[in-house]
């Protein structure tokens, strides 16, 4: 009795044990066996849209910004130690080391470091790299061969001409989410609309490509395509960080404009950074000093006064203006500093000479009042609307709010605040004969939807003054680059300039400083006004309007907008003029050097 107990307990412990092998054995090949293959559950999976590139005015040839599809591989060390990969045909499984070896080959990592990575389970999805090479991503894709790899699909964002333009283009964060610049602006349409697929997973995990359930192609994003040309910006670009160097300035910036359209056809500041590098970079370094950076702008804003001068009926360009420092009508005239003054001068001389005390006495003359509302017609105070975020609108106090002193000292270019693209922009309203036109740096958006493409429209922002006193005004402007002139190192052969120099006192604590300033100098070339020696022959039209600004932080000899930024428009604008093969004006003075 007792034995046949025995035999029957253990009879009993021999089925139940095969039975669990059994059972044991099933659950294994269902998910590690021949029908893992098997569809298991189903899934939604996100196809993300490729970002839109980003073109200069030379179209499609070669972009500026592009995104191209890649994968991301991130090591999961706990999902590499626990799951069993075992390729098929083989009885063992691989083993850690193998599957390191196989990811360290196809990535082309240190297998040591890899090695360690995979020891540190605490550190699960730990960046292994970046790639678009198809044939590696099937192996690291393939949960029969290789584990603890997840992959997320990414785009790399290629930025061809490194810093160049980057204050322009911007940059993205990690996310792919436009961070700065035209990147920001128009995030929405670079960024497209993501696709997705719905279909099933087997029981490794792996999608199966056949099963498929429902497939919706994403909406590339669109293409930009700008105003300025890519071989102009190189040029101005590598000028301008010379001269900066040349002059001993902490910092530069400039901007060219189309005469006849406002398009921005080169933008330029310094110091820059490399878009890939943005959140590491320091924040001046990231201020577009062209639309982001006001600044009292000193001389240059004596053309303005001019202008409403001349426009009000209250002067004319060659007019004697009696002035006198101690007249009790006017409360505390500018001094003249260095600059040339008589008690009797003309307007002319009073712009080519930039005499202080006569254009601070005109802008008495020509009242608060009207003076603030010829200085809004012209841009300043408001934004240009530029396509690049963070433009600043500057500060031009309301007229009631002017005290004596400002009376004299805002049309002087004092106690008031500007951009760079405000000045640009209220000169490319005396070139194109009183009409100022909206600046834009994005010429057209090429959607991929099958919707035709969003072009620019020019639009007038004002017509401040008309063309006759443009016309006075720029010939009045052309004694500043000439021998007599405060910019006469500004003057390009061949070519008649509409200048206006400006050395502003940058203010510190409160106080304007004594040896620190802000060189600019802006420029029309052709001027437009300078006439042929033939009878009835029009002048050549004027195209390019030209500004360039130099900041010091320290005491120096080229402080002056004449000496360091009249040299550096010189060079960038005769660039431009060559590449944009503008005939010259003054050919006399190309045919005295044969």
Same mark, same amino acid.
């Given at each position: 009795?007792?034995?046949?107990g025995n035999g029957?307990?253990?009879?009993?412990?021999?089925g139940l044990s *095969?039975?669990?092998?059994?059972?044991?054995?099933?659950?294994?090949?269902a998910?590690f066996?021949?029908?893992?293959?098997?569809?298991r559950y /189903?899934?939604?999976?996100t196809?993300?849209a490729?970002?839109?590139?980003?073109?200069?005015a030379?179209?499609?040839?070669?972009?500026?910004?592009?995104?191209?599809?890649c994968?991301e591989?991130?090591?999961?060390?706990?999902?590499? $130690?626990?799951a069993?990969?075992? !390729?098929?045909? /083989?009885?063992q !499984?691989?083993t850690? +080391?193998?599957?390191?070896?196989?990811i360290?080959?196809?990535?082309?990592?240190d297998?040591a470091?890899?090695?360690?990575?995979?020891?540190n389970t605490?550190? =699960?999805?730990?960046f292994?790299?970046?790639s678009t090479d198809?044939?590696?991503?099937d192996i690291?894709a393939? =949960?029969?061969?290789?584990?603890?790899v997840?992959?997320?699909?990414?785009q790399?964002?290629?930025y061809?001409?490194?810093?160049?333009?980057?204050?322009?283009?911007?940059?993205?964060?990690?996310?792919?989410?436009?961070s700065?610049?035209?990147e920001?602006r128009y995030?929405?349409e670079?960024?497209g609309i993501?696709?997705?697929?719905?279909?099933?997973r087997d029981?490794?995990?792996?999608?199966?490509?056949?099963?498929?359930?429902?497939?919706v192609e !994403?909406k590339?994003?669109?293409?930009?395509?700008?105003?300025?040309?890519?071989?102009?910006?190189?040029?101005?670009?590598?000028?301008?960080? +010379?001269?900066?160097r040349e002059?001993?300035?902490?910092?530069?910036?400039?901007?060219?404009l189309?005469?006849k359209?406002?398009?921005v056809?080169?933008?330029?500041?310094?110091?820059n950074y490399?878009p890939l590098m943005f959140?590491r970079?320091? @924040?001046?370094?990231?201020?577009?000093?062209v639309?982001?950076?006001?600044?009292e702008?000193?001389?240059v804003?004596?053309?303005?006064t001019a202008?409403?001068?001349?426009?009000?009926?209250?002067v004319?360009?060659?007019?004697?203006? $009696?002035?006198?420092?101690?007249d @009790?009508r006017?409360?505390?005239?500018?001094g003249?500093g260095?600059?040339?003054w008589? /008690?009797?001068?003309?307007i002319?001389?009073?712009?080519?000479h930039?005499?202080?005390?006569v254009?601070?006495?005109?802008?008495? @003359?020509?009242?608060?009042e009207? *003076?603030?509302g010829?200085?809004?017609?012209?841009g300043f105070?408001?934004k $240009?609307g530029?396509?690049?975020?963070g433009?600043e609108?500057g500060?031009?106090?309301?007229?009631?709010?002017?005290?004596?002193?400002?009376w004299?000292r805002?049309?002087i270019?004092?106690?008031?605040?500007?951009t760079?693209?405000?000045l640009?922009?209220?000169?490319?309203?005396?070139?194109? @004969?009183g009409?100022?036109?909206?600046p834009h740096v994005?010429?057209?958006?090429?959607y991929t939807?099958g919707r035709?493409?969003k072009?620019?429209?020019? /639009?007038?922002a004002?017509?401040?003054?008309?063309? &006759?006193t443009?016309?006075?005004i720029?010939k009045?402007?052309l004694?500043?680059?000439?021998?007599?002139?405060t910019?006469?190192r &500004?003057?390009?052969k061949?070519?008649?300039?509409a200048g206006?120099t400006?050395?502003?006192q940058?203010?510190?604590n409160g =106080?304007?400083?004594d040896?620190?300033?802000?060189a $600019?100098?802006?420029?029309?070339?052709p001027?437009?006004?300078?006439?042929?020696?033939? &009878?009835?022959?029009e002048? +050549?039209?004027?195209?390019i309007?030209v500004l360039?600004?130099?900041d010091?932080?320290k005491?120096?000899?080229?402080?002056q907008?004449g000496?360091?930024?009249?040299?550096?428009?010189?060079?960038?604008?005769s660039?431009a003029l =060559?590449y944009?093969?503008v005939?010259?004006d003054?050919p006399?003075?190309l045919?005295?050097e044969?």
């Amino acid at each position: 009795m007792a034995g046949g107990g025995n035999g029957r307990f253990w009879f009993a412990v021999a089925g139940l044990s *095969l039975f669990a092998a059994y059972s044991a054995q099933k659950l294994v090949r269902a998910h590690f066996g021949d029908d893992a293959d098997a569809p298991r559950y /189903e899934f939604k999976r996100t196809i993300p849209a490729c970002r839109g590139s980003i073109f200069d005015a030379g179209g499609t040839t070669r972009a500026l910004v592009r995104s191209i599809p890649c994968w991301e591989y991130r090591l999961d060390p706990v999902a590499l $130690t626990n799951a069993v990969v075992r !390729p098929k045909g /083989e009885r063992q !499984p691989r083993t850690k +080391e193998a599957i390191c070896r196989t990811i360290a080959g196809q990535l082309s990592l240190d297998y040591a470091k890899l090695l360690e990575m995979a020891g540190n389970t605490a550190n =699960r999805y730990q960046f292994l790299a970046q790639s678009t090479d198809t044939a590696s991503h099937d192996i690291l894709a393939n =949960r029969r061969y290789v584990s603890g790899v997840a992959i997320v699909d990414k785009q790399i964002r290629q930025y061809f001409n490194n810093r160049r333009l980057c204050h322009v283009i911007g940059a993205i964060n990690k996310e792919g989410v436009g961070s700065s610049g035209l990147e920001l602006r128009y995030d929405r349409e670079l960024s497209g609309i993501d696709g997705y697929v719905r279909g099933y997973r087997d029981a490794r995990g792996a999608e199966l490509r056949d099963r498929q359930i429902e497939r919706v192609e !994403p909406k590339n994003g669109a293409d930009i395509y700008l105003t300025i040309d890519a071989n102009l910006q190189y040029s101005v670009e590598t000028i301008l960080e +010379e001269g900066i160097r040349e002059y001993e300035a902490a910092s530069g910036w400039c901007v060219i404009l189309d005469v006849k359209t406002g398009d921005v056809l080169a933008m330029a500041s310094y110091p820059n950074y490399h878009p890939l590098m943005f959140g590491r970079t320091g @924040d001046d370094a990231k201020i577009n000093r062209v639309t982001s950076l006001t600044y009292e702008p000193g001389s240059v804003m004596k053309v303005i006064t001019a202008c409403a001068g001349i426009e009000s009926g209250i002067v004319s360009p060659d007019s004697l203006y $009696t002035t006198n420092r101690n007249d @009790d009508r006017y409360y505390r005239l500018p001094g003249d500093g260095s600059h040339v003054w008589d /008690e009797r001068m003309s307007i002319r001389d009073a712009i080519v000479h930039s005499s202080n005390i006569v254009i601070g006495k005109l802008g008495c @003359d020509i009242g608060p009042e009207r *003076l603030w509302g010829y200085m809004r017609a012209f841009g300043f105070g408001s934004k $240009t609307g530029v396509e690049i975020p963070g433009e600043e609108a500057g500060i031009l106090p309301f007229w009631k709010k002017w005290d004596k002193v400002k009376w004299s000292r805002a049309p002087i270019g004092q106690g008031v605040s500007v951009t760079a693209m405000q000045l640009a922009s209220a000169y490319q309203a005396i070139a194109n @004969d009183g009409v100022r036109m909206k600046p834009h740096v994005v010429s057209k958006i090429v959607y991929t939807d099958g919707r035709g493409p969003k072009v620019t429209l020019r /639009e007038v922002a004002s017509r401040p003054i008309s063309a &006759a006193t443009a016309r006075k005004i720029r010939k009045m402007m052309l004694g500043v680059a000439s021998p007599g002139g405060t910019a006469r190192r &500004a003057a390009i052969k061949g070519y008649s300039v509409a200048g206006k120099t400006g050395t502003a006192q940058k203010v510190v604590n409160g =106080r304007y400083s004594d040896h620190l300033y802000r060189a $600019t100098f802006c420029g029309i070339v052709p001027s437009g006004v300078e006439f042929a020696n033939e &009878a009835n022959i029009e002048p +050549e039209p004027a195209r390019i309007v030209v500004l360039v600004s130099l900041d010091f932080d320290k005491r120096t000899k080229y402080h002056q907008g004449g000496n360091s930024a009249g040299p550096i428009f010189k060079n960038i604008a005769s660039a431009a003029l =060559r590449y944009l093969e503008v005939e010259p004006d003054r050919p006399d003075e190309l045919m005295d050097e044969d």
